[in-house]
T-cell receptor, first 115, second 111 residues
Framework: GAGVSQSPSNKVTEKGKDVELRCDPI?????LYWYRQRLGQGLEFLIY????????KSGLPSDRFSAERTGESVSTLTIQRTQQEDSAVYLC?????????????FGDGTRLSIL | GQNIDQPTEMTATEGAIVQINCTYQ??????LFWYQQHAGEAPTFLSY????GLEEKGRFSSFLSRSKGYSYLLLKELQMKDSASYLC????????????FGTGTRLLVSP
């Protein structure tokens, strides 16, 4: 597609349920990032994927969070046993390659609300 | 690790000039980005610096000093539509590809 696509755009779920968020990066982009943005706050790094290299998971806040990416395409972020503090917008971004000057292109995010 | 500091909020008047500062500490440095984010929207790319000095792009300019761990974004001829959050982000870390954002500076432009 023309841009980074995220689904669903909104998700409301009960505390304790598992959720899966999806990101379709721009075709050909080898780098993919996940961020969390709580209301009125900055972007919190979660994880990034670069080609076939091992992902950098250093930002995942707990073992309830995991992410996968199939090759250089779709990525899914899974949150197990959701808690109210997981409520946030989850943003995905992709960039063309490892070139340092390549900017990230962001999707519109998934707004997650935990009741 | 990577640590980035920006002022939380700034106000300015339409037509004026405003400078938003960013200081950072990082293990490994592979460039500094500025993004603009309007409320409820995704961030959009504004500028990139990897070498010391000033990069100018229309009304927006960005400056970097690697030795000081310091950058600023300069916005000239402010317009009401410039009211937004401005995010400083540093690429570094192991592998030099981890992009970490500051908390952002909320800029309010008044008439």
């Amino acid at each position: 597609g023309a841009g980074v696509s995220q689904s669903p755009s909104n998700k409301v779920t009960e505390k304790g349920k598992d959720v899966e968020l999806r990101c379709d990066p721009i075709s050909g982009h080898t780098a993919l990032y996940w961020y969390r943005q709580r209301l009125g706050q900055g972007l919190e790094f979660l994880i990034y994927f670069q080609g076939n290299s091992a992902p950098d998971k250093s930002g995942l806040p707990s073992d309830r969070f995991s992410a996968e990416r199939t090759g250089e395409s779709v990525s899914t972020l899974t949150i197990q046993r959701t808690q109210q503090e997981d409520s946030a917008v989850y943003l995905c971004a992709s960039s063309p390659n490892t070139g340092s000057n390549q900017p990230q292109h962001f999707g519109d995010g998934t707004r997650l609300s935990i009741l | 690790g990577q640590n980035i500091d920006q002022p939380t909020e700034m106000t300015a008047t339409e037509g004026a000039i405003v400078q938003i500062n960013c200081t950072y500490q990082t293990s490994g440095f592979n460039g500094l980005f500025w993004y603009q984010q309007h409320a409820g929207e995704a961030p959009t790319f504004l500028s990139y610096n990897v070498l010391d000095g000033l990069e100018e792009k229309g009304r927006f300019s960005s400056f970097l000093s690697r030795s000081k761990g310091y950058s600023y974004l300069l916005l000239k001829e402010l317009q009401m539509k410039d009211s937004a959050s401005y995010l400083c982000a540093v690429k570094g870390g192991t592998g030099f590809q981890k992009l970490v954002f500051g908390t952002g500076t909320r800029l309010l432009v008044s008439p």
